[in-house]
């Protein structure tokens, strides 16, 4: 039986072309003359054109093979197809419902959102006991000591126990700050080196001060608990509160750049994570440094406690009384420092349109005195920064996303200053038009301020938020000037005040 060649130009298939063979002869016996090879044949896929052999008259049956692309494009869709049904089973039976006809493969499935991070549970605050004198040395062997003890007498040694206690638990916390606070964040780089600087300020100049009074205490401190005489070592003790001078002083710019980064995404964690640690006490970074500025105006308080039941030892009374005036006057310079300072921060946020503007007042200003929002006739919001040398009106600004303020008009100096309190009813607001119309509007809370000589400059009528607001403001400039001037009720309100 000789095989027919068949030629075929599509090479996506290659066929062959098996001859029908007749089993039987005419009479219906098997062919003698018949051999059947059953060995299988390999068939060469030629590049384009398929042969196929075979007699033309012969009935022939064909059977079409894949080539080999094919074969490996329908494997890898079955392994995808298994793959994907190992993952989203239902996601591709979906797929299928869909689209019954023909095959598709399903998208690899989306990766699942990362969830956002959840705080752990916080932990128990580490609260501090407050636990008295009496409480910590009136058992065992010091029952008939305290028995000894008149009321007087116990009314000081607590007096020097609150003393004692509260310079060891603020010892504490300021370790805490420089240790798992400060040094962190150097070490994490949350923070530059300068900001870190300006946030703690001299805060390992303070630990040495509550280090040493704590130590002079523990060594006046008898085996029964009592501690008879600590004027001496109190007083000789307060000229070291002098460091609290500086660390007051920075209490403005630490503020504001605890303000400006305790928004960021890291310091905000690193913060809440502190903040939940039993260490804190639930407090956060701020109140812990500020506990130490309340700490330092609290003491004379304490040691006036001590000298009130100091009654028989006079060395010890006069002892205390000086350290008491000592430290008064370390406050004061902490207090005129810390003015200084928020004089300088407040200069610093003003920005001026004219050269006009920058008057030598601003400058020879050493007080802040206070600041504030105001309204003028118009509704617009200004503020008001008054200095102890001149007044300044401003408009609220951004500056490289910084919060600053543009001076408004010409700074009023405080020797050149005249305030007028206007009564509620006199003055109209809206604009130039609605002034003078029928039925307007008319203010309330509201301050005139301008110069002396109002030919230098112009005047500014400002209202304040409400009466406590402007009783506020009045008392504040009477720290400043004289010039002030309490306009009386006019009988017609109606007329527009000139």
Same mark, same amino acid.
Not at 113 to 130: G, M
Not at 302 to 328: G, H, P, V, W
Not at 359 to 375: H, L
């Given at each position: 039986?000789?095989?027919?060649?068949?030629?075929?130009?599509?090479?996506?298939?290659d066929?062959?072309?098996e001859?029908?063979?007749?089993?039987?002869?005419?009479?219906?016996?098997?062919?003698?003359?018949?051999?059947?090879?059953?060995?299988?044949?390999?068939r060469?896929?030629? /590049?384009?054109?398929v042969e196929?052999?075979?007699?033309?008259?012969?009935n022939c049956?064909?059977?079409?093979?894949?080539?080999?692309?094919?074969?490996?494009?329908?494997?890898?869709l079955?392994?995808?197809?298994?793959?994907?049904?190992?993952?989203?089973?239902?996601?591709?039976?979906q797929?299928q419902?869909?689209?019954?006809?023909?095959?598709?493969?399903?998208?690899?499935?989306?990766?699942?959102?990362?969830?956002?991070?959840?705080?752990?549970?916080?932990?128990?605050?580490?609260?501090?006991?407050?636990?008295?004198?009496v409480?910590?040395?009136?058992? /065992?062997?010091?029952a008939?000591?305290?028995?000894?003890?008149?009321?007087v007498?116990?009314?000081?040694?607590?007096?020097?126990?609150?003393?004692?206690?509260?310079?060891k638990?603020?010892?504490?916390?300021?370790?805490?700050?420089?240790?798992?606070?400060?040094?962190?964040?150097?070490?994490? /780089?949350?923070?530059?080196?300068?900001?870190?600087?300006?946030?703690?300020?001299?805060?390992?100049?303070?630990?040495?001060?509550?280090r040493?009074?704590?130590?002079?205490?523990?060594?006046?401190?008898?085996?029964?608990?009592t501690s008879?005489?600590?004027?001496?070592?109190?007083?000789?003790w307060?000229?070291?509160?002098?460091?609290?001078?500086?660390?007051?002083?920075?209490?403005?710019k630490?503020?504001?750049?605890?303000?400006?980064?305790?928004?960021e995404?890291a310091?905000?964690?690193?913060?809440?994570?502190?903040?939940?640690?039993?260490?804190?006490?639930?407090?956060?970074?701020?109140?812990?440094?500020?506990g130490?500025?309340?700490?330092?105006?609290?003491?004379?308080?304490?040691?006036?406690?001590?000298?009130?039941?100091?009654?028989?030892?006079?060395?010890?009374?006069?002892?205390l009384?000086?350290?008491?005036?000592?430290?008064?006057?370390?406050?004061?310079?902490?207090d005129?420092?810390?003015g200084?300072?928020?004089?300088e921060?407040a200069?610093?946020?003003?920005?001026?349109?004219?050269?006009?503007q920058?008057?030598?007042?601003i400058q020879?200003?050493?007080?802040?005195?206070?600041?504030?929002?105001?309204?003028?006739t118009?509704?617009?919001?200004?503020?008001?920064?008054?200095?102890?040398k001149?007044?300044?009106v401003?408009?609220?600004?951004?500056q490289?996303g910084?919060q600053?303020?543009?001076?408004y008009?010409q700074?009023?100096?405080?020797a050149e200053?005249?305030?007028?309190?206007?009564?509620?009813?006199?003055?109209?607001?809206?604009?130039?038009?609605?002034?003078?119309?029928?039925?307007?509007?008319?203010?309330?809370?509201?301050?005139?301020?301008?110069?002396?000589?109002?030919?230098?400059?112009?005047t500014?009528?400002?209202?304040a938020?409400?009466?406590?607001?402007?009783?506020?403001?009045?008392?504040a400039?009477?720290?400043?000037?004289?010039?002030?001037v309490?306009?009386?009720?006019?009988?017609n309100k109606?007329?527009?005040s000139?």
């Amino acid at each position: 039986m000789t095989p027919n060649k068949v030629t075929f130009a599509d090479d996506s298939q290659d066929c062959l072309i098996e001859p029908e063979v007749k089993m039987k002869g005419a009479d219906g016996a098997p062919r003698s003359d018949l051999t059947v090879d059953l060995k299988p044949k390999k068939r060469r896929n030629s /590049g384009s054109d398929v042969e196929i052999s075979g007699d033309e008259n012969e009935n022939c049956r064909i059977r079409f093979l894949s080539v080999r692309q094919k074969k490996s494009k329908r494997s890898l869709l079955r392994v995808s197809t298994s793959l994907v049904n190992l993952i989203s089973p239902g996601r591709h039976h979906q797929k299928q419902q869909q689209d019954p006809d023909g095959f598709k493969v399903p998208c690899s499935p989306s990766r699942q959102p990362t969830s956002p991070y959840k705080p752990p549970q916080p932990s128990p605050a580490k609260r501090r006991q407050q636990v008295s004198w009496v409480d910590s040395f009136a058992g /065992g062997q010091n029952a008939n000591t305290l028995s000894a003890f008149s009321h007087v007498d116990i009314k000081r040694q607590e007096a020097i126990y609150e003393l004692y206690q509260g310079e060891k638990d603020m010892l504490e916390d300021l370790a805490n700050v420089a240790k798992l606070y400060r040094d962190t964040l150097v070490t994490l /780089g949350l923070m530059t080196a300068s900001d870190v600087c300006t946030l703690f300020g001299n805060i390992d100049n303070l630990i040495p001060v509550h280090r040493d009074l704590l130590d002079r205490l523990e060594a006046q401190r008898k085996p029964d608990g009592t501690s008879m005489s600590v004027g001496k070592e109190i007083l000789e003790w307060t000229n070291k509160l002098s460091a609290y001078v500086t660390f007051c002083a920075n209490q403005i710019k630490a503020k504001e750049i605890f303000d400006e980064k305790k928004n960021e995404p890291a310091l905000n964690d690193f913060y809440q994570r502190c903040q939940a640690s039993p260490f804190s006490r639930k407090l956060d970074l701020w109140s812990l440094l500020d506990g130490a500025r309340g700490r330092f105006v609290k003491y004379p308080l304490l040691i006036r406690s001590i000298a009130k039941y100091t009654l028989n030892d006079r060395e010890e009374a006069e002892n205390l009384e000086q350290s008491i005036k000592e430290m008064e006057t370390i406050i004061q310079e902490a207090d005129e420092a810390t003015g200084l300072a928020r004089c300088e921060h407040a200069k610093s946020l003003l920005i001026y349109l004219y050269d006009d503007q920058r008057v030598s007042a601003i400058q020879d200003s050493q007080a802040f005195v206070c600041s504030g929002c105001m309204k003028n006739t118009k509704g617009s919001k200004l503020h008001v920064f008054l200095f102890d040398k001149v007044l300044l009106v401003s408009r609220s600004c951004t500056q490289s996303g910084k919060q600053m303020y543009q001076i408004y008009r010409q700074p009023i100096p405080t020797a050149e200053l005249l305030v007028q309190d206007l009564p509620d009813g006199e003055v109209k607001l809206g604009s130039f038009r609605n002034a003078f119309g029928q039925g307007g509007l008319t203010g309330k809370n509201v301050i005139r301020l301008s110069f002396m000589d109002t030919e230098k400059g112009q005047t500014h009528t400002l209202i304040a938020n409400d009466e406590h607001d402007k009783r506020q403001w009045m008392q504040a400039f009477h720290k400043v000037t004289s010039n002030i001037v309490v306009v009386p009720e006019s009988k017609n309100k109606d007329k527009p005040s000139s």
